[in-house]
RNA sequence: CGGGGUGUAGCGCAGCUUGGUAGCGCGCAGCGUUCGGGACGCUGAGGUCCCGGGUUCAAGUCCCGGCACCCCGACCA
């Protein structure tokens, strides 16, 4: 490919609104160009990486036994309803109608089509367990789209579903799926660690997330610094402080606190830490008011409290439910409250300070069990940097994470909601699918591997994803002799089957140098009139930095030969 | 959807306070000199100053209302 023909020239400067440094060097190296904020075109430079990509995941894929499909981006609104998705997804999907009036969806994700085509291609337990995939575009309507493809709001993904007959055969295609990932991660040069995740809208119970772990990645992920302990902040535990019950702890009495209603005011007006202190959080769960208790010093988690009352957006009571639960606000407090009292497990048997529910008023000494209920109790606190590991008490660190991949075991969730998606089993019953749903972003994944693989003047591809593999550049392109050099070689490289990327511009030394380090080809071939004098070219590999001379006329066969090499030795 | 910020040439920015001919650097085109790390000279092209309304003799600049984009939070590959 003839370097001044390319669609996409290279930027000197990152555009402003680039903030990490893989969105600035995709922008830069011509990778992806934004349509509209979360909307991206892949240039042809990342076009050939996202294919590359693809094809390592393909690859992967078919090893164990998955099957390629496609399925359409345009999904009819009758199989969302089927599992209710259809209301539940409205707030984050893309939605049309055909000229008839029927609804569509762009897909968000492709569960209950595959289990649709499932419910009529499979009829028997012999015909379990299967896998299939697809690459396919999803629409998510994302509140906030970020950091280039980091999140965007249409990508394509990688989505395979696996069917089996029960949970056993499950848990064969969940750890088949696990390993694949694991090989396709090594294979793309990523470093992905798996962590126990959250099964948000996907639903379910056993679910796993692939994170990389670097700043720009915007999970939260905790890490045990003394076993193998990871897991996303959504769903992490934590080992609790070994707390006897408190003894004598006085009968509860009112204080006079006028004004002081945060827990940081409480904290100087009695002179005491956080933890000292109780607060309560007032939400509604449909009908009902629920108060959730935590000690002063610890955060609620919105994901363990969504999934603990069932919605997929927490809503905080209003005024008419603080004068139902008797609530005063500034002043909630357990005591008394008329509501589904829900105690958090970091909150211990002895005595606090907590809201009296009047109007300038606390109470000390209020003990769980004697002066509230605590029979409710449930972990929905945050757990943060230094807490216990739930495993072996080590140390948890906290670390940002890119999530490029999950898979998620959820059982019979789609099957049970699905009519007729059962299988006769071999007992002669109709039994429901049991499946598992494993993602794989493409565009998040190319992303990552540039914020991974860079230096300060540009991306270092790995080999295996690498555009292209050799970048002649051609010094002075006008004079002839080094000119049609570089032309020949191009020809004999690309007739080994070598993916070439001909710098033929009339360019300066250092903009053409400057590109194919910003570019970030794994080999660099410079073809100039100086090496030319010693009947030479140059060879150099981006990573690093050492040059190698390689005579003119056998310069073919010995790139055509490292590169080879490069190809056996990939991952 | 809350909070913050930004919209001026392809990119990076100044001009706005105090209204009066729309600028700078890079990039782009032509010619010449260069040719191993973002060369130099000359000439030139390129702008609905985000959109709409208002104030004014006059608006990039002041006022009002939109829109777009980015960042921080709540959601996901």
Same mark, same amino acid.
């Given at each position: ?12 400067? !990152?555009?402003?609104? !680039? /903030? *990490? ?33 693809? /094809? ?10 998955? /099957? ?27 939605? *049309? ?11 968000? *994700? ?29 629409? #998510? ?9 980091? #999140? ?22 969940? &750890?088949?799926?696990?390993? !694949? ?8 040069? =990523? ?7 959250? *099964? ?6 056993? %679910? ?22 990871? %897991?996303? /902040? ?10 006897p019950a408190a003894t004598d702890v006085p009968p509860a009495e009112e204080v %006079? ?25 007032? =939400? ?9 208790? =935590? ?21 905080? +009571? ?5 004068? #139902? +639960?008797?609530?005063? $606000? ?25 809201? !009296? ?11 769980p069990g004697r002066d509230f209920p605590d029979a409710e109790r449930v972990d ?15 140390? =948890?660190?906290l670390r940002r994470g890119v999530e490029v991949g999950n898979i998620f075991a ?14 006769? &089993? ?39 994803? $690498? ?23 191009? +020809? ?49 590999? #981006? ?29």
């Amino acid at each position: 490919m003839r370097q001044s023909r390319l669609f996409g020239r290279t930027l000197r400067d !990152a555009p402003a609104d !680039a /903030q *990490t440094p893989g969105h600035q060097l995709m922008l830069r190296a011509a990778i992806a160009r934004p349509l509209a904020s979360g909307l991206y075109t892949w240039l042809p430079l990342g076009f050939r990486v996202a294919k590359k990509v693809e /094809q390592i995941i393909r690859e992967e894929m078919d090893r164990i036994g998955c /099957q390629e499909i496609e399925m359409p981006v345009l999904t009819p609104a009758e199989y969302w309803r089927e599992t209710g998705r259809w209301d539940l997804l409205e707030p984050i999907t893309f939605r *049309t109608r055909d000229h008839n009036g029927r609804e569509f969806m762009l897909s968000y *994700t492709h569960e209950e089509l595959v289990t649709h085509h499932a419910r009529n291609e499979i009829l028997s337990y012999r015909q379990l367990p299967v896998m299939v995939y697809h690459f396919q575009s999803k629409g #998510r309507d994302e509140a906030r789209p970020r950091a280039g493809l980091l #999140r965007a709001r249409e990508f394509v993904m990688k989505d395979a579903y696996s069917f089996d007959a029960d949970q056993a055969g499950l848990e064969r295609s969940y &750890a088949l799926q696990y390993d !694949a990932y694991t090989r396709i991660f090594r294979r793309l040069g =990523l470093d992905a660690v798996s962590v126990e995740s959250d *099964t948000g809208a996907m639903g379910g119970d056993v %679910a796993h997330e692939f994170q990389v772990l670097i700043d720009a990645g915007e999970d939260s992920i905790l890490i045990c610094e003394s076993c193998d302990y990871r %897991a996303n /902040q959504e769903r992490a535990e934590r080992r609790l402080p070994d707390a006897p019950a408190a003894t004598d702890v006085p009968p509860a009495e009112e204080v %006079a606190t006028p004004s002081v209603t945060s827990i940081e005011a409480l904290g100087t007006f009695f002179d005491a830490p956080a933890n000292a202190f109780l607060k309560t959080l007032l =939400l509604r769960a449909g009908d009902e008011v629920v108060a959730v208790i =935590l000690p002063g010093d610890r955060e609620a988690s919105h994901a363990k409290l969504r999934k603990l009352l069932g919605v997929m957006e927490l809503t905080f +009571a209003g005024d008419a439910d603080f004068v #139902r +639960a008797g609530g005063v $606000a500034g002043y909630v407090g357990p005591r008394g409250l008329h509501a589904r009292v829900v105690v958090d497990t970091s909150v211990e048997r002895r005595g606090y300070i907590a809201g !009296a529910n009047k109007r300038d008023i606390h109470v000390k000494n209020i003990l769980p069990g004697r002066d509230f209920p605590d029979a409710e109790r449930v972990d929905v606190h945050d757990v943060v940097a230094g807490d216990a590991c739930p495993r072996d008490g080590g140390r =948890l660190v906290l670390r940002r994470g890119v999530e490029v991949g999950n898979i998620f075991a959820f059982g019979t969730y789609y099957s049970a909601k699905m009519a007729g998606a059962t299988f006769l &089993a071999e007992d002669g019953t109709r039994k429901p699918f049991v499946g598992g749903s494993y993602g794989i972003g493409i565009g998040r994944s190319v992303q990552t591997i540039i914020e991974t693989h860079h230096d300060d003047k540009g991306i270092v591809w790995p080999f295996q994803v $690498a555009p292209y593999e050799v970048h002649v550049v051609a010094l002075p392109v006008n004079d002839e002799s080094v000119c049609r050099t570089a032309e020949t070689l191009v +020809a004999a490289l690309e007739g080994n089957g070598i993916e070439v990327l001909y710098d033929d511009r009339e360019d300066s030394a250092g903009v053409k140098f400057a590109d194919a380090d910003l570019i970030g080809i794994p080999f660099r071939v410079t073809v100039s009139r100086r090496s030319l004098q010693n009947q030479a070219i140059e060879l150099k590999s #981006r990573a690093g930095s050492e040059l190698e001379l390689v005579p003119s006329d056998i310069a073919a066969e010995r790139i055509t030969d490292v590169v080879r090499r490069a190809r056996s030795a990939a991952p």
